[in-house]
């Protein structure tokens, strides 16, 4: 939750987007409910952060479905390169681990008072998003 929260923290912005997503719209079936497992919100990028012009746009996705889903972006996104934080559990106890990785490297406080520096994975414009 700390990662996460700093993250958030540090990305979001107050000015909520919205967004279309197309295929998760499911035709229900009588005596089944619909819970949608795939969760995507967009943000106007926080203006405190000076690593990203104003203007730019943040994504963030939770998968909760057993296997892994690729999202292609659309429209006016399409052509942006995408920076990603992929956070993911780190060890072998999965869900259940302490610890926690950023796009494959874990994380760690360098010393009591000094965060790791967060990076992102720089993906190519038109590329699919692979969500864990």
Request: aromatic share 6%; proline share 7%; hydrophobic share 35%.
């Amino acid at each position: 939750d700390y990662w996460l929260s700093l993250l958030y923290k540090r990305l979001i912005g107050p000015k909520v987007l919205a967004i279309h997503v197309a295929g998760l719209q499911r035709k229900p079936r009588p005596g089944r409910v619909i819970r949608d497992k795939l969760r995507i919100y967009a943000h106007c990028t926080s203006y405190h952060n000076h690593n990203y012009v104003r203007g730019s746009i943040t994504l963030y996705i939770i998968n909760l479905h057993r296997s892994r889903k690729k999202i292609k972006l659309a429209g006016t996104l399409r052509d942006k390169i995408v920076h990603q934080y992929l956070l993911q559990p780190y060890g072998k106890e999965g869900l259940h681990s302490k610890s926690v990785q950023l796009n494959g490297q874990p994380l760690a406080m360098v010393d009591d008072g000094t965060l790791p520096e967060l990076k992102p994975r720089p993906l190519r414009a038109g590329r699919t998003l692979v969500i864990p």
